[in-house]
C-alpha cells in the first residue's frame, strides 16, 4: 500500500461525519484504492456500488477542501461510475 493511500484512509475516517450504508471506492490513480462502506474506511480494491476515479493531486485537494467534488466531476478530474445517488451521499458525509 502506498504512503498516500495511507494518509488518505486516516483523512477519510477522520472527515467520516456518519455512517455511510452502501459501498464506495475511491482510485487513485497510480497509488491504490480505498473502500468505504459500513464498516468504515480501508485500504482496498472490492467491488462497490460507486467507483469515484481521480489523480492524486486532484484527490488531496478535495481531503483538504480546497476543491469541491461537484466541480472535480464537472472539470472531468473526477470520474463516478456506478450509483450516482451514492455518490452524492458520500460527498454530502465528507463534507
Not at 482510485?27 to 467507483?51: K, Q, Y
Request: aromatic share 4%; glycine share 14%.
Amino acid at each position: 500500500m502506498s504512503d498516500v493511500v495511507t494518509r488518505a484512509v486516516g483523512k477519510l475516517t477522520e472527515k467520516m461525519s456518519g455512517a455511510f450504508d452502501g459501498t464506495a471506492k475511491f482510485v487513485i490513480e497510480g497509488e491504490g484504492a480505498i473502500m468505504i462502506d459500513e464498516g468504515g474506511v480501508r485500504a482496498g480494491d472490492d467491488e462497490a456500488d460507486v467507483t469515484l476515479t481521480a489523480d492524486a493531486d486532484p484527490f488531496h485537494g478535495m481531503l483538504a477542501g480546497d476543491m469541491d467534488a461537484t466541480a472535480a466531476f464537472m472539470s472531468g478530474k473526477l470520474s463516478v461510475e456506478g450509483d450516482m445517488g451514492a455518490a452524492m451521499k458520500l460527498a454530502g458525509l465528507l463534507s
